[in-house]
Nanobody
Framework: VQLVESGGGLVQPGGSLRLSCATS????????MGWYRQAPGKQRELVAT???????NYADSVKGRFTISRDYAKNTVYLQMNSLKPEDTAVYYC???????????????WGQGTQVTVSS
């Protein structure tokens, strides 16, 4: 099972970016998926999650600005980021709680990360 992020880059304050995370491999089922971020010198923190039923959860710092969504047919999760601030600068990681095919267990999978830089 692999998770691959895309869509990061450099954007000015107030701008927008859309991150994508595509899953591949032998997937039995996907429980929740989410986005985390890690800024230099800081711990990795939760940004947003979405459950298999579509329930969402956001960090207080991004509520009203970021939107997480999921394409169940493509096993892909998105993060629409609007009104970006310099403090949103970080490496953004995709996470999935996934049960591989032909198994009965679930585990956390991580993508390699994509850099988001908000600067003028």
């Amino acid at each position: 099972v692999q998770l691959v992020e895309s869509g990061g880059g450099l954007v000015q304050p107030g701008g927008s970016l859309r991150l994508s995370c595509a899953t591949s491999g032998s997937i039995g089922s996907i429980n929740s998926m989410g986005w985390y971020r890690q800024a230099p010198g800081k711990q990795r923190e939760l940004v947003a999650t979405i459950t298999s039923g579509g329930g969402t959860n956001y960090a207080d710092s991004v509520k009203g600005r970021f939107t997480i969504s999921r394409d169940y047919a493509k096993n892909t999760v998105y993060l629409q980021m609007n009104s970006l601030k310099p403090e949103d600068t970080a490496v953004y990681y995709c996470n999935g709680l996934i049960r591989p095919s032909l198994t009965t267990y679930t585990r956390n999978y991580w993508g390699q990360g994509t850099q988001v830089t908000v600067s003028s």
